[in-house]
Structure formats: structure tokens, C-alpha cells
């Protein structure tokens, strides 16, 4: 009978054969000889955290192929277990570290839950740092670890983690060899970085960047290749992003409408690649609606967009995404066509976004905002009273201490002032006086506790000492985020 080594190295190979061609029968028959070389490895924890990273990692890549969410789980579970058993001097702890990252950070992606970021980023920049000593190669475990950041900087608005983001991830690339199996990956997780923080500085480089970025991704991974339809729905939005930043390029919109169609076709329903390309796509027809009064256009976005939001489990973070956009579309068809129907309904669908929990605080004060404003135009200034409500209380949940003091007071100081004007206007023509005074307060309390609160500014201590500064900032955000009780 084969040694657990041997069947690790036989398991090894046929991993490679599906992350480069989709093999779904060599994936299976690779769990099946980790799970039997587990059982015969209990005796050497260095073997042992070895083939519960490797097992951990098949499992993953059979969750991105089914969706299926115990997969997830059980891979969460084995990359713990790996990195808890691997000895300090295992040379392979970098790898078991970022294949733990990946893991949590996908199911971050699949449930909203923020520990999962948190211990993800910790998880990653630990295994960078380690390749580093230990002169490996960085290339995967930095591109992982910018996927993370991006991910947090979506959840919480931290400028430093999309810096951070952008750097590691052409670090990544920079370093990769030419015939590395996962470089499409990289270019992806790059171009969406790029993108993202463009959106936050108007770099217009950045776009560019991020489209030649994705464009290399899709030329990387031709055919049937599995990760194909991701890598296409990211080159979509890149190009969306460039052309509404210069709208008399029409030709990046149309690319754009065929990538996220073709990222469409090969998805498969009720995977979360499939939503997201459902997504791209109805807003990239809505966009060109636009420009074109095309009705087919806005019908298509309308029908698509409804899809992306039924079509991922209850809860997902993205929920209040595709929600925002499907409210976008119905109003632009609100007034074209005067329908009520339409604006009800988009009401509904922003009134929903800003009570999910799970989503980014950023996403919640936009949908009810326009929410009320909705609201205010079907049915009066009262009914937009406890948005405006609403709205203002999401504004204290933007300013999460684990981001810097400026993007703190960036976020308020582009959301508070105006807000709190909206929905005292809106109280005026309700004829509301004592309820225009206290939006009024309200918004200016918001401002004027991020302007006087120093006692959680860690600027000057991570100046002097920053390691201590990261310490307690991360003692600080794991005891802002402990349960009551």
C-alpha cells in the first residue's frame, strides 16, 4: 500500500491537473487519497498539518466549482486545524497560513461575517511575512492577501487597506513566473484592487491599469477554464468603470456588455459567480439605456438585476449590492414610463438594502437615502421620515475603528452634512418643525463626536511605535466587537 507521502504527491498532481483544466473526476479521486493519507499520518503533526492544508484546499476548490456550503466549512476547518498542528520551523507554515487566509476570506464573501476578514488578513500578511524570511515565493500568498484587503476596504472604507491592496498585489504579479498556474488569478484580484480604488480617487491611471490587467487575466485562462467566468465579469466592470468615466468611449461599454455575457453563459445558477455576473450585466445595460432610451435595454436590466438579488442565500453581503442596482433600474423606468408600479417597488428594493445588517455601512446610507427620496415622491414627506431616520443612524456605523482617523472623518464629512439637510427639508414640507430641529442635531452631533473624539486616535502612537499601534488597534476592534453580556 502507498505511504501517506505518496499518495500526498499523487493527490498533488492530480490538484494541479484541475486548477488547470476544471478535471471534476481528478479532484474527487485527489479527496478521497488526502483523506485516506490523513488516516495513516496521525503519528507526525509536520505531515499531518500538510495533508489537512492540502485536503483543506481541495475541498475549497470544490466549493467554487458546486457552491455548496459545507464545503466550505469542512475547508475552513481542515486549514485551521493544518496551522494549528504545523510546527514553528515548518517550512511550509507560509502556505498552510495562506491557504487559511483564502479559505476564510471566500467564506467572509459567502456570509458577511467580519471575523472571518479580520482573521483572514491577520492569517495572510503572517504567511507573506514568513515566505519572505524564509526566502520562498511570495506570489500567491501576496496576491491572496490583497483580495482580503480589498474585501475589508469594501466592508469598512480603510484608504490604507486599498493602498495596500493595489501594492501587494503587483507585487504579485511582478514576481510570478510567466507560467505560473494561478497569474490569471492574480491579474483578477489586481484589476478589481485598481478599480476599486479609483472609484475612492478618480485616478484615472488606475482604470487603465486595471483594465489592461483584466484583459490580461481573460487571455491567460482561454476555453473551459474554471475560473473563465470571473475573470470575465472583472474585465466587464473594469471597462464599465472606464467608460463612465469617459462616456464618449462607447466601445468599452459595449465590451463590456459581451464580457459580462459571456461570464454569464458559462456561470452556473446558484453559484455566487452567477449572481455577480447577472449583476454586471443588468447594470451595464441600464447604463447604456442611458444613453440610448433603448426600452429593451431597461427591461433586460430590470429582469437580470431581480435574478442577482433571489439568487444568493439569505443574508450575503452582496444582497444590498444587487438590491441598490435593481432599484436604479426600476426608477430610470419610473420615469420613462410614469408607472407606479416601478417606484414601489424600487422603494421597496432600497428599503430592504438599508436594513441589512450584514452589508457595509456605505451601501445601507445609500439605499436609504434614495429610499426617501423615493418614498417623499410617491407618497409624501411623512412617508420618508423614518428613512431619514434610518439613514442617520447608519452614519455612526461608517466610522469603525479600525480605519484611519482621515478616512473616519472622510466618510462623515461627505455624508453627514448633506444628509442631515436632506431630511430636514424633507421634514419642513412635512411641516414638521421640532423634527427639521432634531435632524438638524443629529447630524451635527455625528460630525462633532468624530471632530472631538481623539481618545481613539492611533496616529502619533503608530508613529513612534507601530507595532504597539497594531497590537491595540486589533485588542481595541476584537473588544468593539464582542457580544453584550
Not at 524570511?133 to 472604507?157: F, H, K, M
Not at 479600525?402 to 453627514?416: K, M, P, T
Not at 418643525?433 to 486616535?457: C, I, P
Request: hydrophobic share 45%.
Amino acid at each position: 500500500m502507498a505511504s501517506p507521502e505518496e499518495l500526498m504527491h499523487a493527490a498533488g498532481l492530480l490538484l494541479l491537473r484541475v486548477v488547470q483544466s476544471g478535471d471534476a473526476d481528478a479532484l474527487h479521486r485527489a479527496i478521497e487519497l488526502l483523506t485516506v493519507a490523513r488516516q495513516g499520518a496521525a503519528a507526525d503533526p509536520s505531515l499531518q498539518a500538510k495533508l489537512l492544508s492540502n485536503l483543506g484546499s481541495a475541498v475549497l476548490l470544490r466549493f467554487r466549482r458546486t457552491g455548496v456550503a459545507a464545503d466550505l466549512d469542512e475547508a475552513v476547518g481542515h486549514l485551521r486545524d493544518a496551522a494549528r498542528l504545523a510546527p514553528a520551523g515548518l517550512p511550509e507554515r507560509a502556505l498552510l497560513l495562506g491557504n487559511l487566509a483564502a479559505a476564510l476570506s471566500e467564506r467572509f464573501d459567502r456570509r458577511g461575517t467580519a471575523d472571518d476578514l479580520h482573521d483572514a488578513v491577520a492569517a495572510g500578511r503572517e504567511a507573506v511575512r514568513m515566505a519572505r524570511a524564509a526566502g520562498q515565493d511570495p506570489s500567491t500568498l501576496l496576491s491572496n492577501l490583497g483580495l482580503v484587503l480589498q474585501s475589508r476596504y469594501e466592508l469598512a472604507g480603510s484608504t490604507a487597506d486599498i493602498d495596500e491592496a493595489v501594492t501587494v498585489g503587483r507585487e504579485a504579479v511582478a514576481v510570478a513566473p510567466a507560467d505560473h498556474p494561478e497569474l490569471p488569478r492574480m491579474l483578477n484580484t489586481l484589476c478589481k484592487s485598481l478599480r476599486l480604488r479609483f472609484w475612492l480617487t478618480g485616478d484615472g491611471a488606475d482604470m487603465d491599469a486595471a483594465v489592461a490587467a483584466g484583459r490580461r487575466a481573460v487571455e491567460l485562462a482561454p476555453g473551459a477554464h474554471p475560473d473563465r467566468p470571473k475573470l470575465l465579469n472583472n474585465l466587464g466592470l473594469a471597462l464599465r468603470g472606464r467608460f463612465e468615466r469617459i462616456p464618449d468611449r462607447p466601445g468599452d461599454l459595449d465590451e463590456a456588455i459581451q464580457a459580462s455575457r459571456q461570464a454569464l453563459g458559462m456561470s452556473r445558477p446558484g453559484h455566487p459567480d452567477h449572481a455577480n455576473a447577472l449583476s454586471s450585466l443588468g447594470t451595464a445595460l441600464r447604463i447604456r439605456c442611458e444613453g440610448s432610451d433603448d426600452p429593451a435595454d431597461l427591461d433586460e436590466a430590470i429582469l437580470l438585476t431581480r435574478q442577482a438579488a433571489r439568487g444568493v442565500t439569505a443574508g450575503h453581503p452582496y444582497t444590498a449590492v444587487y438590491l441598490w442596482q435593481l432599484g436604479s433600474a426600476l426608477i430610470l423606468r419610473f420615469e420613462v414610463t410614469g408607472d407606479m408600479r416601478d417606484l414601489d417597488e424600487a422603494l421597496d428594493a432600497w428599503t430592504r438594502a438599508a436594513r441589512m445588517a450584514q452589508a457595509p455601512a456605505s451601501t445601507r446610507l445609500r439605499t436609504a437615502r434614495h429610499a426617501a427620496t423615493a418614498a417623499a415622491r410617491a407618497h409624501g414627506p411623512a412617508a420618508a421620515a423614518g428613512l431619514y431616520e434610518a439613514s442617520i443612524g447608519v452614519l455612526d456605523l461608517l466610522t469603525w475603528r479600525g480605519i484611519s482617523r482621515d478616512d473616519q472623518l472622510r466618510l462623515v464629512r461627505d455624508e453627514a452634512g448633506s444628509l442631515a439637510t436632506e431630511a430636514a427639508s424633507a421634514a419642513v414640507g412635512n411641516g414638521d418643525l421640532a423634527q427639521t430641529v432634531r435632524f438638524l442635531e443629529q447630524g451635527r452631533a455625528v460630525l462633532w463626536s468624530q471632530l472631538l473624539d481623539t481618545r481613539t486616535d492611533l496616529t502619533r502612537l503608530a508613529s513612534a511605535a507601530p507595532e504597539l499601534a497594531r497590537r491595540l488597534r486589533e485588542c481595541r476592534t476584537g473588544l468593539d466587537g464582542a457580544p453584550d453580556g
